[in-house]
């Protein structure tokens, strides 16, 4: 698929509801199960879901549109969530990356790109040349990525309970 | 974790709710996409929860609290969606999939089982001897599991897409 905003912005949309469906009513054990040491709770990839509202997609476009490629973008800080989520409970955390979200695609929107704005140039710190629409298709796969993430975490904790059916589940089977 | 019903059940009620918050007002492009010959969509992927829901959980514990380990599962259609989903749009399977799980979830319910049930034993075709907790930890693992796929084909469809970045983005860089 090449990127659209017609594709993409549905995704993005669908993100907040789909981790509220899924987590709002979990037990506590769930939310907060990792892979072990210096793997991610399903409650830290929302926290850094949430930074990546405030620090990254939206604040990179428009320094894109601003500035091109003549200053790279700011550096990801990917553990500002343990910092940042402190003391919160996932429903406040929730209700942050639902606002914020819909914030920053009322800002996205606001913007009216046309398809020619896609192949507009920016600089990431460390992959060099990006184009815009690469930067917005990442925005969607990096959700993706994280839901299909929460999955793993989750499902990894019953690969002892589900016994010899393992074998029938490619996903408890090997860490990504 | 150790299997109990307690944290089980919200994952199963949850799975509907879920699908629907992601899928729901996807366009269809992303609903039919797969990931190649012979793998499957989200829209497969939702026709093969159903059809776990008429012939895999429910009717399997119950030959488990029935007949024990005497008489083998009915071995499961793994191809079944592409003849029973013919026809119908997203929004039938979603409804149909809410439905089954809620009338499933109400079946086992209706069994009032306890702890000590959870090492009784069945008899899969394949993986030979399972217990019934081991079947119910399965059918949570397998929702999980899906979950898991969907991200994964959505956000394949975009490898290209995201241009450099697919280097930070596990989900998208093998197939699993």
Redesign the interface.
Known sequence: ???TL??AL??L??TP??L????E???H??VR?NEGPDTWSPYDIVGHLIHGERTDWVPRLELLLAQGDSRPFTPFDRFAQFRESQGKSLGELLDTFTELRRSNIGRLESHRLQPSDFDRRGR?PE??P??L??LL??W???D??H???I??V??R??T??????V?Y????G?R?
């Open positions: 698929m090449s990127f017609n594709d549905p995704v949309r669908a509801q789909v509220r469906a899924w987590l009513n979990l037990p054990v769930w199960s990431h992959l060099g990006v184009t629409g690469q298709a990442t969607v796969a990096h993706l990525n839901l299909g993430q999955a793993r989750m499902g904790q019953y002892d309970a589900v016994g010899p059916w074998e589940l490619p996903l408890l090997t990504r």
